[in-house]
């Protein structure tokens, strides 16, 4: 058993206390030999699903943790990354209890155990991340996947969060994160295009087509993905009493490990809200594709965000703020039309405290292309051609 051998992570200051007691208690006993985390305790972890998007996020940072040859230099990424998810963890169960977290290692972030699956090691990482930034603040109650409506038989979000403000009054706060399982595909090896709006079916086949001609990879958008974890969330959670203003449902959306790096997160954020046909705009739209009706009652906000290379090694939510390509790699959409605008016109920060974030206005309707060919005024030509047909084939609704 793992437990009988040696912690082979160095842990100098004993930097990585906590995950050495995990291996010794025995609660790494099943993970899988190619698990992340046990390749990089055992430092030879040099590549990982998503590898290839994530460093293209910030190529300054990528050249202090990569080799020439595009493969992590396995002892910084892993002793950084060991130390770091070792004080998350820590943090973690000083927050919510040993029970708890120890019951998060063995049965989410083992991802399947014997049957290892990566892409269910980061949504794990991706709960680990936003917990910790949330823990980090002051609370006067926390829970653990607590139950929204008592006696009731439903799935649990991933934490509440409970503060009270001078006058008594109380904030509550319920997360819910959400991560994507997406094919992995080389950032060097095809030619992709994205329209990141509802097409008509007529369209579809329409723009695929047309990008065949071009030698372009059509990729469908992943609109359904979306709605089921909308569905998801709003199973989750309950409706809000009047004043919503101290209830407040998040859905946090790691959209990093699609096609395109960095800013890859646009595609979820024009689904969601572009002005023509996004799902959370346009309620007519959403409902179309099998969106409950909940949704829009329960949840106050959605974010939708892109994950850093570094984000990843330290563990840290914050590196979402870096500034590269369209701005920090987020946005907040806040459903609860009340709060948008108070939060916009500055009648209310509770929002504002609560994530560090601000609203944002509606996105326009876009595409992204992807395209490995040096000559970029041709790509240029294929990329404004492509954009151009698809927005002739988009799905109108009228409400807004």
């Given at each position: 058993m793992r437990h009988e051998q040696c912690f082979p992570c160095s842990n100098v200051h004993g930097l990585c206390d906590y995950l050495e007691n995990a291996w010794t208690t025995g609660l790494l006993d099943e993970y899988a030999d190619e698990h992340f985390l046990i390749k990089a305790i055992e430092n030879r972890l040099s590549s990982f699903l998503g590898f290839q998007q994530m460093i293209?996020?910030?190529?300054?940072?990528?050249e202090r943790f990569a080799t020439s040859?595009?493969?992590?230099n396995d002892s910084s990424f892993n002793v950084?990354?060991?130390?770091n998810i070792s004080l998350r963890l820590s943090l973690l169960e000083r927050v919510f209890g040993k029970n708890q977290i120890d019951r998060f290692i063995t049965d989410q972030l083992s991802a399947g155990k014997s049957h290892y699956d990566e892409n269910t090691f980061f949504e794990a990482?991706?709960?680990i991340s936003v917990l910790t930034f949330y823990s980090g603040h002051k609370w006067d109650k926390v829970f653990?996947?607590?139950p929204v409506e008592l006696g009731k038989m439903k799935k649990n979000p991933e934490a509440r969060f409970v503060k009270v403000y001078p006058g008594n009054r109380t904030v509550t706060v319920n997360i819910e994160v959400k991560c994507p399982k997406f094919p992995e595909i080389r950032q060097d090896s095809r030619n992709i295009f994205i329209p990141a709006y509802l097409l008509t079916e007529e369209g579809r086949a329409a723009v695929r087509n047309e990008c065949s001609r071009h030698g372009v990879h059509y990729c469908a958008p992943r609109v359904l993905k979306l709605k089921e974890f909308l569905n998801s969330a709003a199973d989750k959670f309950s409706i809000p009493d009047a004043n919503t203003f101290n209830l407040l449902y998040l859905l946090y959306i790691n959209w990093t490990y699609s096609d395109f790096p960095s800013n890859g997160f646009l595609e979820a954020w024009s689904l969601l809200t572009n002005k023509i046909n996004g799902l959370l705009t346009h309620p007519a739209a959403a409902l179309s594709l099998g969106v409950k009706p909940d949704v829009f009652d329960k949840i106050t906000a959605v974010i939708v965000y892109t994950e850093a290379f570094e984000g990843?090694?330290?563990s840290d939510f914050r590196y979402i703020w870096q500034r590269n390509g369209c701005g920090p790699r987020f946005r907040m959409w806040v459903l609860n039309e009340d709060l948008?605008?108070?939060e916009q016109e500055n009648k209310s920060?509770?929002?504002f405290q609560i994530t560090h974030m601000n609203p944002d206005n509606l996105s326009r309707a876009i595409c992204l292309m992807d395209h490995n060919d040096t000559d970029r005024v041709k790509v240029r030509e294929i990329g404004n051609f492509l954009t151009d047909f698809a927005s002739c084939h988009a799905e109108y609704f009228m409400d807004i």
């Open positions: 293209y996020n910030d190529p300054r940072f990528f040859a595009n493969i992590i950084n990354f060991c130390i990482m991706s709960e653990y996947e607590p990843l090694m330290f948008r605008k108070a920060n509770i929002l």
